[in-house]
């Protein structure tokens, strides 16, 4: 089968966007003649990585509008208008390349968001669009705790999705992708309400089986103090505000709460943690490589992950590898994989009665060794049965089969 992928952010050995893109073009190669789209930035470290580790059946088309390769790091804006007229280029680039190879399927990869067309949606061939998120924000009663800098945030990112919800190619895309994958039930009713005819609930989110490995094979803390540890930027959607009220409400003895990341909100969170009296329990450790924030996670009990609309999440299924219990609230995509099994899901109705939930699930956790030992071992086996990047290959590697057998009969 020859495949098409566009992945205008894919680039190896890292998280995200970028990890996405490329854990999603090596299965793909694993069963199909796979060509892939992606911008010329990322070509050295693609051309570095498959020098090192050669992969058949994977040709790379790198391009960008006008000749632009550059970063955007930090330019939000100019960074949207590259990715809107990159998308473009991919469509007439497409085309041709069509005639010359006639392709089976084509899939869009990344940006991981709903509300920014795929152009190549408009080619004859069966499409996949996503998984696709970016529906997921933070509910209304939230925004009274957010800075001014905060609350424009929120509303500005409001307007930009109902904009570009309002796109007609957006409205396109929907409507002639044979499968729509969303990353969570949120984006899921926004790709409904675009008319998309088939939607799924898919996470974008991965781990290769070295990843899957390196993880199980961290140590087991002492249990002693007891740890709980949040992971991410300092951003007042990452709602690390409602962890700190949460873990002073708990009066959990013997317990400390670590905070990795750095960002805009450290020195309020800074100032909150000593308002509550809990700064001698609190560690922040600043924004760290990799490898050590893996292994502060290693060295915490609980993963405390209170975000107000995350997409992915990452981070859960990291701490789920590990072996540990996460508490997050029911929002987005932590939402869809924390299961009863593998930790405690606290509904987001308000702040208050979130901090009440957060709270009762520390204390809970907390005083059950026996009990987190059970969800952190629940969490390694569905990391390995839902989230290995060969479980979500063979899941793609058959819904191309599937669109094909369906297109010819």
């Known amino acids: 089968m020859k495949v098409l992928l566009s992945a205008f952010a894919c680039e190896p050995n890292l998280g995200s966007e970028e990890g996405v893109g490329w854990n999603t073009v090596i299965q793909a190669a694993k069963y199909h003649e796979t060509w892939v789209f992606t911008r010329t930035f990322c070509r050295s470290y693609i051309e570095a990585e498959l020098e090192r580790n050669p992969v058949p059946n994977l040709h790379f088309i790198y391009f960008d509008p006008f000749g632009w390769s550059e970063d955007w790091k930090g330019k939000q804006g100019l960074l949207q208008l590259h990715y809107y007229l990159w998308q473009i280029w991919a469509y007439f680039i497409a085309r041709k390349l069509d005639r010359a190879i006639g392709f089976d399927i084509i899939q869009h990869v990344t940006y991981v968001k709903h509300w920014s067309p795929s152009f190549l949606a408009l080619l004859p061939h069966p499409f996949i669009w996503g998984p696709v998120g970016g529906a997921e924000a933070a509910p209304k009663p939230f925004w009274q705790d957010f800075s001014r800098r905060g609350k424009i945030y929120e509303t500005l990112r409001e307007w930009a999705q109902r904009l570009g919800e309002r796109d007609p190619f957006v409205g396109l895309t929907a409507r002639r992708s044979v499968v729509a994958l969303a990353t969570t039930e949120e984006t899921a009713a926004r790709l409904r309400f675009l008319k998309a005819k088939n939607v799924k609930i898919f996470s974008q989110v991965g781990l290769s089986q070295p990843e899957i490995q390196a993880l199980a094979k961290l140590p087991t803390p002492p249990e002693q103090p007891i740890r709980f540890i949040s992971v991410g930027r300092l951003l007042h959607w990452k709602g690390v505000h409602l962890g700190l009220r949460a873990f002073a409400e708990a009066k959990l003895e013997q317990s400390e709460y670590w905070i990795v990341g750095d960002g805009p909100e450290r020195q309020r969170l800074e100032t909150l943690a000593t308002e509550l009296g809990i700064k001698n329990q609190v560690h922040f450790w600043g924004s760290l490589p990799r490898g050590e924030t893996l292994s502060k996670m290693g060295e915490s009990h609980v993963l405390l992950h209170p975000s107000l609309h995350d997409s992915g999440g990452f981070v859960c ?66 990391v390995k049965e839902v989230y290995d990047w060969d479980v979500k290959g063979k899941f793609f590697a058959q819904l191309c089969e599937d669109l094909l057998d369906r297109k010819s009969g």
């Open 317 to 382: 299924t990291e701490m789920m590898g590990i072996g540990r219990p996460v508490i997050c609230l029911d929002l987005g995509g932590p939402a869809t994989q924390v299961t009863a099994e593998t930790g405690i899901k606290v509904p987001a109705t308000d702040p208050d009665r979130a901090v009440e939930g957060l709270a009762e699930a520390i204390v809970c956790l907390g005083k059950d060794p026996l009990g987190r030992s059970r969800l952190g071992e629940a969490g390694r086996k569905r």
